[in-house]
């Protein structure tokens, strides 16, 4: 079944520690992908996106990720984290194709909470 | 920053009433949807709509669901007869291309209580 998956549904670090945040996908053509985060009480932003090209992309507030085909992977990272990051980050996909609506699909959501 | 607007941020009703889940999205944009995340699950589609019209819908957006931009500016989301499963946070987005796909903006979100 197509979907999207991120394995880690809770994941505590200690500040300034290093982050990798999973996310596979299953689906017969690679889709556009997003990772958005969201805080307490606010919507959903979106931190980066990959559509073509260079297979590491960098975001906002020092995320980047690498795409790999061959593991049909788009993990989130960030060498240091902040306490502010703390929040859940969700990956997304948008299917390629005549109709695509751009609906994102979600997966399930990561948790990060950061330790002092 | 141009931001989506939802209103209200908390909605508490009893089960069969009529809810409208009001959006304002970014003047510009031209594409608008609705998502729900249920408590402890993931955040799931439910209708698209550009030009006035449904776009792509999910399974989950039955007939008592339905959406309006009533006025240009406003975005609404309408469940007719509540149910206690409607019970979850409604997201509004709204993006200002489609292919390929645009940059979604999400609102802060309505959550809706059905008792």
């Known amino acids: ?116 | 920053e141009p931001e989506v607007t939802q209103t209200p941020s908390h909605q508490v009703t009893q089960m069969g009433q009529e809810v409208i889940l009001r959006c304002v999205p970014i003047s510009n944009h031209l594409y608008f949807y609705w998502y729900r995340q249920i408590l402890g699950q993931k955040v799931e589609f439910l209708v698209s709509f550009y030009n006035n019209e449904i776009s792509e819908k999910s399974e989950i957006f039955d007939d008592q669901f339905s959406v309006e931009r009533p006025d240009g500016s406003n975005f609404t989301l309408k469940i007719r007869s509540t149910k206690l499963e409607d019970s979850a946070m409604y997201f509004c987005a709204s993006s200002e291309t489609n292919s390929p796909p645009g940059i979604q903006y999400f609102g802060a979100g309505t959550r809706l209580s059905v008792l």
């Not at chain 1, 980066?48 to 085909?69: H, M, N, P």
């Open chain 1, 1 to 116: 079944a197509q979907s999207v998956t991120q394995p880690d549904i809770h994941i505590t670090v200690s500040e300034g520690a290093s982050l990798e945040l999973r996310c596979n996908y299953s689906y017969g053509a690679t889709p556009y992908l997003f990772w958005y985060v969201q805080s307490p009480g606010q919507g959903l932003q979106l931190l980066l996106k990959y559509f073509s090209g260079d297979t590491l992309v960098q975001g906002i507030k020092g995320f980047e990720a690498e795409f790999k085909r061959s593991q049909s992977s788009f993990n989130l990272r960030k060498p240091s984290v902040h306490w502010s990051d703390a929040a859940e980050y969700f990956c997304a996909v948008v299917r390629h194709g005549s109709s695509n609506t751009g609906k994102l699909i979600f997966g399930q959501g990561t948790t990060l909470q950061v330790k002092p």
